[in-house]
């Protein structure tokens, strides 16, 4: 038998190995290439004569195709077996039962911040935010509250060095100092959020929410603080008459300053808003202290108007009738799939704000 017909039968019978790409990729290199046995084959036809030469040369070449042809041939299949393989390993049966899954609700607390945001979106607030982290300057001093005021006291503030620089804001009325120093008057803002004091009981925690409320514009007054805040009720407590009065008060960042309370009565045990002889305060608010505008920039001789803050824990739990503010904080899934909210559930007066 020639050489070059052992080639064929020695390389014939390797294909039909169970071979992967990459022992075919040896075959090739070992047959074609450089210094490949049929390469080295083609190299000895250069010391024949014409006549050997030719025949030599289609023996050759015929041995050359068969063998290409059946590594071509070897690797379409090696090529069919693998998609077959992987079609068959990533196959999904669509007949199997779904997996059971657990569906989130949402907490109370941040559906009452979609609906105040979206009640006071309706007149025109928008929503600002500041960060829980604040300084000093933006918490207290700016709000006319300078160091040794009793109304820092008052705060139980959480301190976050020994300079008392940074602490964990005790109210959301930095936000004002914030978008004031911020931004040009006129100013119409609303900031919910989260805040902290040293503070802990069945209606305290020593981190709640709270939402600013703030407009500043020309010949703001006490009129417009009053018809804002008794839509606000109407709407979140979702009734058409409200009992509301406005009882003096005091804040150092407002002048006159007010705390506002509502009409209740109980029946059965439950909170009726709006009828009856009880009174609950729910908020406290005034006319920016013209201090205040000072200290942000806004000169009092034209600009004026008013701010008031309410603790959103408490509207959340007078409209849900929940009667435990720590149950708020303490992530048990059972309580917050009896109190919380199905992502789908629209209350009446939702007005779309997406979330
Ligand atoms: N920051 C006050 C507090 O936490 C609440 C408050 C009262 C905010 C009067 C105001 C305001 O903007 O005008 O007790």
């Given at each position: 038998m020639s050489d070059i017909i052992k080639i064929k039968e020695e390389y014939l019978l390797k294909l039909k190995d169970?071979?992967?790409?990459?022992?075919?990729?040896?075959?090739?290199?070992?047959?074609?290439g450089k210094t490949g046995k049929i390469s080295n084959e083609f190299?000895?036809?250069?010391?024949?004569?014409?006549?050997?030469?030719?025949?030599?040369?289609?023996?050759?070449?015929v041995i050359?195709?068969?063998?290409?042809?059946?590594?071509?041939?070897?690797?379409?299949?090696?090529?069919?077996?693998?998609?077959?393989?992987?079609?068959?390993?990533?196959?999904?049966?669509?007949?199997?039962?779904?997996?059971?899954?657990?569906r989130g609700k949402i907490h109370p607390v941040s559906?009452?911040?979609?609906?105040?945001?979206?009640?006071?979106?309706?007149?025109?607030?928008?929503?600002?935010?500041?960060?829980?982290?604040?300084?000093?300057?933006n918490n207290f001093t700016a709000l006319n509250t300078p160091d040794n005021h009793p109304a820092r006291d008052m705060h139980d503030t959480f301190y976050l060095d020994d300079n008392k620089e940074y602490l964990l804001r005790t109210h959301t009325s930095p936000v004002q100092v914030r978008t004031m120093l911020g931004g040009k008057p006129p100013f119409k803002i609303i900031a919910p959020g989260r805040t902290y004091r040293s503070d802990s009981d069945q209606t305290h925690a020593p981190m709640f929410h709270q939402v600013e409320g703030l407009h500043i514009d020309k010949n703001i007054n006490m009129g417009h603080l009053k018809g804002c805040l008794n839509y606000f009720i109407k709407e979140f407590f979702e009734i058409d008459k409200i009992k509301m009065r406005f009882r003096p008060s005091h804040f150092p960042f407002t002048e006159p300053s007010a705390e506002v309370d509502i009409g209740y009565t109980l029946k059965d045990g439950k909170i009726i808003i709006g009828e009856g002889d009880k009174w609950l305060e729910i908020l406290g608010?005034?006319?920016?202290?013209?201090?205040?505008?000072?200290?942000?920039?806004?000169?009092?001789?034209?600009?004026?108007?008013?701010?008031?803050?309410?603790?959103?824990?408490?509207?959340?739990?007078?409209?849900?009738?929940?009667?435990?503010?720590?149950?708020?904080?303490?992530?048990?899934?059972?309580?917050?799939?009896?109190?919380?909210?199905?992502?789908?559930?629209?209350?009446?007066?939702?007005?779309?704000?997406s979330r």
């Amino acid at each position: 038998m020639s050489d070059i017909i052992k080639i064929k039968e020695e390389y014939l019978l390797k294909l039909k190995d169970d071979l992967d790409l990459n022992n075919i990729n040896q075959i090739k290199s070992e047959l074609f290439g450089k210094t490949g046995k049929i390469s080295n084959e083609f190299k000895k036809m250069g010391s024949m004569s014409s006549d050997s030469r030719k025949k030599f040369a289609s023996e050759l070449n015929v041995i050359k195709d068969e063998l290409q042809e059946t590594i071509e041939k070897k690797i379409k299949d090696i090529e069919i077996k693998e998609i077959n393989l992987k079609l068959q390993n990533e196959k999904v049966d669509v007949t199997l039962p779904e997996r059971s899954f657990k569906r989130g609700k949402i907490h109370p607390v941040s559906q009452v911040i979609d609906e105040i945001s979206s009640i006071f979106s309706e007149i025109g607030f928008s929503v600002a935010e500041g960060p829980d982290v604040e300084n000093e300057y933006n918490n207290f001093t700016a709000l006319n509250t300078p160091d040794n005021h009793p109304a820092r006291d008052m705060h139980d503030t959480f301190y976050l060095d020994d300079n008392k620089e940074y602490l964990l804001r005790t109210h959301t009325s930095p936000v004002q100092v914030r978008t004031m120093l911020g931004g040009k008057p006129p100013f119409k803002i609303i900031a919910p959020g989260r805040t902290y004091r040293s503070d802990s009981d069945q209606t305290h925690a020593p981190m709640f929410h709270q939402v600013e409320g703030l407009h500043i514009d020309k010949n703001i007054n006490m009129g417009h603080l009053k018809g804002c805040l008794n839509y606000f009720i109407k709407e979140f407590f979702e009734i058409d008459k409200i009992k509301m009065r406005f009882r003096p008060s005091h804040f150092p960042f407002t002048e006159p300053s007010a705390e506002v309370d509502i009409g209740y009565t109980l029946k059965d045990g439950k909170i009726i808003i709006g009828e009856g002889d009880k009174w609950l305060e729910i908020l406290g608010c005034g006319m920016v202290h013209p201090n205040v505008l000072k200290n942000v920039k806004v000169d009092p001789q034209k600009f004026q108007g008013y701010a008031f803050g309410m603790g959103i824990d408490r509207l959340a739990m007078l409209k849900y009738g929940i009667n435990d503010l720590r149950a708020f904080f303490e992530t048990d899934y059972r309580w917050l799939n009896h109190f919380g909210f199905d992502p789908l559930d629209v209350p009446s007066n939702y007005r779309g704000l997406s979330r």
